[in-house]
């Protein structure tokens, strides 16, 4: 009897063993958290990411946490409730001249341009003089920069003093452009997605704008912040993230069944909208590999330039260190 209560023991002692083990596995998976609002398009990909287990193959576990927008994703981030949140590189810049710890995981480059309405005679920036132009963002909004930027190099004036903006809402500015109370309007892509689908046209792109101005139309704009510690204390995290972030788009980009689950998410009217939000975003992935810093350097000098500090504070010279991705 002795013998079988001894054997008991030592196996009741050996699975205790082996549950703990397991236990602190379970325990040793980081978790990453990142702050994004719920009806952000950067959903799609981080929806991919976990329901393809591209977190756990690539070693961590991912956690969403819903915001409201983007002011309440910078309260998490900065209060230290999130680990990661999602910005663009010019503010990223912006808070490292300040002193902030932070880099920036590149997640889409900017993709889209000035939309007019499908009968509009505009064939050139230089033909909204007069008009009225809706601007999404404010006056700060990048692509609107960018599009001053051009209109003063291709045509000798700024868009800003020829043309009388309005400002407002996405969902706002899409909607004054498709009545036509605007004559040419630039918005965040998906919205401008869907006014394409409604019949409107574009007029001029960020790409070519980029491209004239001597930028690199491949310089990603939004990505995913995170503190530098977290860098230097756990690379293999953050390169794991980096990692099944790229797998995901590259999962998006080559396999139209991986967009079945992320659909309702995606807020399409109908299958047109659907197929446009697609191309949008597909659109919109960087290529992979290091980031063109001098390009970057450009862009943010040119950013200084019309913005002022309001835009870019003290930074006027590209950060280093700033981008972090695999391969750079």
Request: aromatic share 8%.
């Given at each position: ?73 910078q309260v998490a981030f900065q209060g230290g409730e999130a680990d990661a949140m999602v910005s663009d590189w010019i503010w990223v810049a912006r808070q490292r ?161 991986a967009w079945e689950g992320i659909r309702p998410m995606m807020n399409a009217a109908d299958d047109a909208e659907y197929e446009a939000l697609k ?50």
């Amino acid at each position: 009897m002795r013998h079988i209560f001894g054997f008991a023991a030592c196996l009741g002692a050996a699975l205790l063993c082996v549950g703990l083990s397991g236990a602190a596995a379970l325990a040793e998976t980081p978790v990453l958290r990142i702050a994004a609002q719920k009806s952000g398009t950067v959903n799609w990909e981080l929806e991919t990411i976990t329901a393809n287990g591209l977190d756990e193959k690539n070693g961590f576990e991912l956690e969403v946490m819903d915001v409201a927008g983007s002011a309440a994703g910078q309260v998490a981030f900065q209060g230290g409730e999130a680990d990661a949140m999602v910005s663009d590189w010019i503010w990223v810049a912006r808070q490292r001249a300040e002193g902030e710890d932070y880099v920036f995981i590149p997640y889409s480059r900017t993709v889209g341009g000035l939309m007019v309405p499908a009968d509009s005679p505009a064939r050139t920036l230089a033909d909204l003089r007069g008009a009225k132009v809706g601007v999404a963002g404010g006056p700060l909004d990048k692509s609107w920069i960018l599009m001053r930027a051009y209109t003063e190099k291709e045509y000798g004036f700024d868009l800003a003093d020829e043309t009388e903006q309005v400002f407002g809402a996405p969902p706002l500015i899409a909607e004054v452009a498709q009545r036509g109370e605007v004559g040419g309007a630039i918005n965040f892509w998906h919205f401008l997605a869907k006014m394409k689908v409604a019949g409107m046209r574009e007029l001029v792109g960020v790409s070519e704008v980029a491209e004239a101005l001597g930028l690199d139309p491949e310089t990603p704009l939004l990505g995913y912040v995170i503190r530098g510690e977290l860098l230097r204390d756990n690379p293999d995290l953050v390169d794991g993230f980096a990692t099944a972030s790229r797998a995901a788009k590259d999962l998006l980009a080559n396999d139209p069944a991986a967009w079945e689950g992320i659909r309702p998410m995606m807020n399409a009217a109908d299958d047109a909208e659907y197929e446009a939000l697609k191309a949008g975003f597909i659109a919109g992935i960087p290529a992979a590999g290091p980031v063109n810093e001098a390009a970057a350097g450009r862009m943010l000098g040119l950013m200084a330039e019309i913005g002022g500090a309001e835009l870019v504070g003290g930074a006027t010279t590209l950060p280093e260190g700033l981008f972090v991705q695999p391969g750079s």
